[in-house]
Each structure stands twice: as C-alpha cells, then as structure tokens.
C-alpha cells in the first residue's frame, strides 16, 4: 500500500508543474523584458559602443575631426581597447583592486568564519550577536565612506593612537593618506561591513555538519584544532567557496567606499572608480574609451563568476 | 499554447515599447507649441530659477519647462542624459571654455554672433569680449549667467580694530614684499602682541599695541582649505596662470612653448602657497602643515569657513559664493567683508602677457563668467526666436534684472558697477573691482581636462600640503610638474 502523504503530494506536484508549464511564459515574461531593457540592450549597444569614437551625446568622426554623421565614420576598431591598456591610471586601478582583492578575500573570511565559529560555539544570546554583526551590512556604501573617513581621521588619528594615546600606533594614523595604508583602510571598512553577512553564510554550513562527527572524534580523543582542521573545514567546502567568490566578486565591484573615503586621492583609485572618472579625464569625454574599460571590467567579473559557478557545483556534487 | 503564449508576449512587450513611445512623443508635442525648456546647471537657486520662469511665463504667456539639478549633483552627466532624449533643452547652462568643446564639437551650441537683429543682436554684441565664450575669438557662443570672483576675503572690523584706520586700500596696492612682511608680522603679533609697524604701498602703519574684541580670538593668519583640492589647484593657481595668458582661449590654444613660458609664474606660485600654508590658523590655536592639514574632517570647506567666520583667521580666499557660509556662522562678520587681491611674487621676467605688469597682478582680483547660457542649435527657428526673447528678458526687463541681483543673489555681467549695488558686501567688493578695472580672468579654464585640481592639487596636496618644510627646490619641482603634465595632456 502505498502511504497516503506520498500521494497527495505527487498530485500536488503534478498541479504545480501543470501550472508552471501553462504559465511559464505569461510569468517570466516580465523579469525577461525588465532584464532586457535594463541589462541585455544596454550592454550590447555598450559593447558595440567601445569599438566607436562615441562621445556620450554624439559619434566623433576622427578623419574629419568633427561629429560622424553615420556609425561607421565613427568606427575605432580596438583603439579604445588599446588605449585604455595603455593608460597608466587604468592599469594602476587594475593591480590596485587585485592587491585589494586578495587581503580583502583573506581578511573577511578569516573573521567571518571566526564569528561563525564563535556564535556556533556559545549556546547563549547568539541571537543578538548574529544581528549586531550583520547590522553594517544593511548600510549604503557611501554613508559607510563617510562614517570610516570620520573614524580614521579623527577617531584613529587623534584619540586611538595619537602620540599622547595608551595606544600609540603611528601607522594607524592618517589611515586615507597612503596608498598601502588606505588599501588596509578600505579592507577594514569592507570586513565590518561584509564579515556579518559572510558569517550567516558560514553559520548556515556549520549547522548542517552533524555533531555526531565531533562526538566520535572526541571519543577518538581529538583536539578542539584537530576537529576544526579534520571535520570543519572540510565539510565547509561550499560555504568557502560562495563566500570566496562573492568577496572577490564584490571586491571587483566595489565603488561607493572607495568615492567616499579617498576618492581615489593618493593612487587609490581602483578599477570602478576608474571607469566613471574616464569620462572627466578629457574634454570632450571619452565615453568610448570608458565603454571599453568597462567590457574588459565585465570580461574580469565573468570569468570570476564562471570559475565560481563551475567550483561551486563542483563541490556539490561531491555530497 | 507556447506559440499564443510567445505571440501574447510580444504583445505586451510591443504595447509597453508603445506607451514608452507615446510618452516622449506626447512631450515633443508639448514643446513644439508655446514652450521653450530651459536647463539649468546651478542648483543652488533651484527654487528661485523656477519662481523667475514662472514670472516670465506670467508676463508673456509662454511656457517656460526649467530643470535644476539638485545640489552637489553632477549637471554634464544629467544635460548629456537630457540631450540624448527628445525633449531636448532649448537653452542649457554650461561652464565656459572648460565645457565648450564637446557640446562644439557635437553641434549642439548656436553661434550667437549670427544673430545681428533685434534686441537680442544688439545684446550680444554688446556682451565685451572679455567675458564672451568664444573658441576662435570670433564666434560667440553663450550669454554670460552672472560674473564671480575672488580673492582673500577680509573682515573690515578685524582690520581697522588692528590698524585703527582703514587699510584696505594700501593693502591693495602694496607689493608682495610688502604683503609677505605684513603676514610674517601679523603671525608674530598674534603669537604676543605689539606696537610693530609695517609698511604697506609704502606708507607705515603701526599696528595695535593689545589685542582687541576680535582680534583676541586670531589664531593664524590664513584661514586654508587643505583638504579641498580645487581652492589651491585651481583657484590659486588661476593667479599665475594670468602672468601668461588673458584668456581662457588663449590658455586653450597654447603651444607647448607658450605653456612652457608659465614656469616662472609657477614657481611663484609655490612660493606664495609656501607664504600662505606656513602662517595658518586653526580651529584651536596655530596650525601647521602636516597630514592634519589635508583631512577633510579637519580642514574641509566648512571648517575653514568657520574658522573664519569665527574671527580666527585674518584671511580666508575664498569667492563671493562663499558668502552665504559665512552668513550662516555669523551674519555680522558676513555683512562687513570685502576682497583683497591674491599677491604672488612676480618678477617682469614672469609676466609674459604686455597688457598686465606686476603691480596690475597684485593689485587686480580675478572677476570671470563661471557659467555660461547657450542656446541648442538643434530645436527649430522659432524655438531658437523664443529663447533669445526669454534670454534678452532675464538679462534687460525689471523682473528679470530683480530676480537675477535680488532672487540669485548674482552679479549681472552687464551690470552697471556705478550704479549697481547687490545685497551681499562680497559682491559689493567686486564690482567696486570692476570699476576700478582691478580685474584678471580665468584662464585656467582653458588648461586640459582634470589639470589644475585633479593633477597639480592633488600633487601639491599629496606631496607637499603634507610637508612642514619647503624649499626652493620644492618650487622648482611643483613649477616643472604643473608646465609638463600641461603639455602631456593638451
């Protein structure tokens, strides 16, 4: 006989999927045309765009030094490609938002699963602690700039560690003005904000181990670090590897944090950044140049978010 | 089913293009008819822009659409947007030579010296070459919005309570050796004060023995913005710049050679930013060069003003913009200011242009058109007649004139300076500037793109604003930067 609950779930299902197949078309056809207004058709007239002269209101013909009257009179080919490969301040924001992306992915993680660990660990008022870390994260990234540039000018620089502080820790000090220092700067700022957010990531993965691992390995007679190093870590995988990608991913992408507590001063410009400044770095505006900045951007972000996708399936076939 | 279902999306995905369709249409006829749309990139007089077309709609029945951007927001990237759309502005306000060349180059600016009939005509020819947009020197491309200026802005109190007379004129006219005196002076009288006397357009003057009402609260001399890139990128350097160039034209069309010519100017320049950054007064006593000097948090816009306002600097240069600022801190100081001009120590040899000498450069204040109205050379000819109307009536009828002095709290560019008078003393001073014919321009504006304040203020603050000590060398090295990055980016 076959169980009554299997049944009534089958038909369910076979409602649902009845549904879905009717409708699929009606349903997705809003996010579709959304997704193709704001996304598809954009970007591919932006990318047909950084192989032209194009000047943000108008095609520049460069024969004749004046405004194209047709599309192929503005065509470049890969000169913009070429251009933006050349220019120093490109390049620079390129290794810059590298440099900051590998201590970035480090120093989040590394705090992130700290707490998780922690909240994991403690059986009383984890609750308040997991909102208080995730708390930074629901901040815009400018009031963020702001509120960072106010704690290390003032907080760091004059109170922490000033030479007359308990403290006193010079390269603390006037974190914004040094290119290394405000690489570490923007790092800390990043950690408060995504740490929290990483953390419910990595707490969800250590719910899903079974204590009856650590059970044996204790009976075993396991250290704490030996557990963490034998069972943790490897049935964390997947956690590791979302967590890995979306900082790098985010690191790639970030902006807002970066206007607001340098404004690229002091070579800090980073990649983003660099992209939206193209287009005042002469008059009249290269937003052809910047277009073809922004497709290498998008080729960085893809091929990132490739390697992630393929890892991460990767991993769960292995459960 | 999938196929009815495809075509019924499509349906939809043509009826929503269609209603986005209809809706730009729907504004194209709006502005076909009785209309003009005017852009306007100053958002500080957002409200009071609006108020002045509702005005002009009152009197002559036409509609005027006006946009403002909302303050600190960027206006080329918004007009860009809007010159992409079908409802394109009629009139646009731009800022001069710095921006002519794109909307140039695109066709979007109509050349105003064509039109030689009617009030209008006559207006822009009359509008004096100093203050004309023009890429060639013939053409003409905009009406000026209103004329700014600055320099160092001083209390009057302060002074007469230091000098027990009105010295503003002397200092004026005084030499840079004279002026750099003065300050040295002045930092010592603060630090313990004396009976010390300077010498000033050679006349000697004895300064107050004690310390008075508001002199009591001096801290330094010179109130600084170290964190605000533009004020020593742009504005200060714009002073040198005059040494070599008249205009931003000129600026614009210079050789390498001729920019080379401006190294001498330049080093002067870093010379009298050595003057002014080495007697600085701060929130809390004397401040210093140093990394505390570029934090924004500490010397950012608002709080030089305030250092200011609070009577704590004797100096503040900064322009008539300013005003409302320092309003804000204290209307009293605010009502008793007035401009003196930015002194830099040049010598014959530094001044290449043959109108100006030395003592015309320390003496004048730069006056200039920051904002220009153009009119879109794409809308139609009657669109065109109609702008012109709305701009000869902004700029000649009573309503337009009351809104433009009393609303925007502007200088005309065609004012009259004997007999015009605006409510505010920062302007007061600088039309007794242009009536006296102390002026200097902005030629800065014609230097490539992002030069003065994203590459030479951001060296001089990066490397320099941060150093306590400077030396010739030190001038030589910011001269010999800013004269090649400008060669490299024109």
Known sequence: MIPKPIRLTTIIEGIIMNIYKKWFWPLVAPALILFAAVVLVPFIVGFVNSFLAWRGTYYFNPETNSRATSFFQSFVGLTNYKEAFQDERFMNAFWYTIKYAIVAVIS??????????????????????????????????????????F???????DILFAPDALLHAEFLRYMTQDTTKALFALVILNVWQY??????????????????????????????????????????????TICLFMVIANSFKLLDQNVALTDGDFNTRMLALQILRTTKDSTPPNYGKAQAQAVIFFVIIAIISIIQVRATSKRELEY | ???????????????????????ASESTTKTEDNSIYVYNSKGENAEQFAAMCAAYEAETGIHVKNFSIGSGQDHMETLRAEMNSNDMPTIFSIQG???LPEWEQGGFVQDLSKVTTGDFGKMVQAIPEGLRLSSDGMNSYGVPYNVEGYGYIVDKAMLEELFSMDPTADIQAASYDEWANFV????KWIASPSAAKVTLNGKVYTLASQKGPLSKNLTGVFSVMGSEKWTYGDHFINVAVNAVFGSSREAAEATDAQVGELEGAFEVYAKALDLKTSNLAGANGPAQRGQDFVSSAKFGYDQAVQIFAQSKALFLKQGNWAYGNIEGVDADVASRLEFLPVKMPFTAQDVKRTDKDVADLNSSIPVYVPNYFTVNALVSDSKKQMAYDFLYWLNNSETGKDYVINQFNFIPYNADPATTTVPNSLGNSIISYIDTDHTLSAPYNGSPAGWSGDTVGKFVMENYLTKLN?????????ADYAVSTWQEMN
């Open chain 1, 108 to 149: 989040i993680n590394v705090v992130a699963l700290a707490l998780a660990v922690f909240l994991d660990s403690i059986s009383k008022g984890a609750g308040p602690f997991r909102t208080i870390f995730f708390l930074p994260n629901m901040l815009g990234g400018l009031a963020l700039g702001f509120i960072w540039q």
């Open chain 2, 184 to 187: 040295t002076t002045m930092t």
């Open chain 2, 97 to 99: 030579m710095k921006e």
């Open chain 2, 1 to 23: 089913m999938k196929k009815l279902l495809i075509g019924l999306s499509i349906v939809a995905l043509a009826c929503s293009t269609s209603i986005f369709a209809n809706g």
């Open chain 1, 151 to 157: 704690i290390f000018q003032i907080v760091y620089t």
């Open chain 2, 470 to 478: 400077w030396t010739p060398a030190d001038y030589k090295t910011i």
């Open chain 1, 195 to 240: 740490a929290g957010y990483m953390m419910i990531i990595y707490t969800a993965g250590l719910n899903n181990i079974p204590t009856d691992f650590y059970e044996a390995a204790s009976l075993d007679g396991a250290t704490a670090w030996q557990k963490f190093r034998k069972i943790t870590v490897p049935m964390l995988m997947s956690s590791f």
